[in-house]
Structure formats: C-alpha cells, structure tokens
C-alpha cells in the first residue's frame, strides 16, 4: 500500500512577500533594541556615572519594546517556515536560527530583566553582567542574520519509513 504524499500549503506570493519584509523589519528592529541594551550599560560602566537614565531606557526598551519584537520575529519566521518551501525543520540553517532566537528570549527574560531592575534598585555591579548578556545576545542575533543571508548546512535528511516521517 503506498501513502499518499500530499504537497505542504504554500503561501502566496503577495502574503510570502508582506510576511517575509515583516520578519526582516522585526529582526532588525529586535537587533538594533539589543544594541541600545549594550551601550546603555558600557556607558555607565566607562563614565561612571549615575545609571538612572540608562536604567530608565534599558527598562523601557528591554522589558517593553524588545519583548514585542521577539516574538513577532519568531512567530513571522514561523509562518514563513510552515508556508514555505525552507520548512521548519527541513533545513540547518532554519532550525539554527529558531535555537539562537529562543536562547536569546529565554536568557533575556531569565536574567537581564532581573539585572535591569537591580541596577534600578541602586546595585552598581549589575552593569557588567548587562553588557556580557548584551554582547552574547548580538552575537547571536547577528549570526542569525549570517544564517539568513549564507544559508549553509544544507538540509536535514529525512526517509520514509512505514509512512512516517523520520528525520
């Protein structure tokens, strides 16, 4: 008995195009609010200076403006992922960028939102282990947009094994 293979959905040309413009503006708006959580606190770190208004921005852009651009990123890649012909996980390169965006989210939300609001508390140590964060997360967004443009490890490789997929 053989299975019938049905090809995915694919998006349309005018929606693939208005997603995959909206998933670039995302990605690099989310890039450069990262960059504003990196120099806000190595501006304090070389002045020495009073972090109130650094902490009053990095508050604002990290727990209000940056959340909203994340997940618009990974939602859009998503959809383009499932309409498209790249996949989800049919490719490296695909897969690789969903792991360095969901690190970045999760690290972000488990330690520079706790950091940030001690450094508004007064804490004066907090500013280093900010810029590190901050500095791990460009690197990974940044590789993400290497990902996007160099698209290299090919795709996985999956077989047909009693009619079901297997990677």
Do not use: C, Y
């Not at 998933?23 to 959580?37: D, I, N, Q, R």
């Not at 921005?57 to 383009?80: K, Y």
């Not at 012909?85 to 360095?100: E, I, M, N, P, S």
């Amino acid at each position: 008995m053989t299975a019938a293979v049905t090809a995915p959905r694919r998006l349309s040309r005018p929606v693939r195009s208005a997603l995959r413009t909206a998933h670039v503006l995302l990605a690099a708006t989310w890039t450069g609010a990262a960059l504003v959580m990196l120099v806000l606190p190595a501006a304090v770190l070389l002045r020495d200076a009073d972090a109130g208004f650094a902490v009053a921005v990095m508050s604002t852009v990290g727990n209000g403006v940056i959340p909203f651009l994340a997940v618009g990123t990974v939602l859009s890649g998503a959809v383009l992922g499932a309409g498209t012909a790249w996949g989800l996980f049919r490719h490296r390169w695909v897969v690789a960028k969903t792991v360095l965006s969901l690190a970045v989210i999760v690290s972000s939300v488990a330690l520079n939102t706790g950091w940030v609001d001690a450094a508004s508390a007064g804490d004066r140590s907090v500013p280093g282990l900010l810029v590190a964060s901050s500095l791990l997360h460009q690197v990974a967004l940044l590789g993400s947009l290497v990902l996007s443009v160099e698209k290299p490890g090919g795709r996985i490789r999956t077989r047909l094994t009693r009619n079901h997929l297997v990677a």
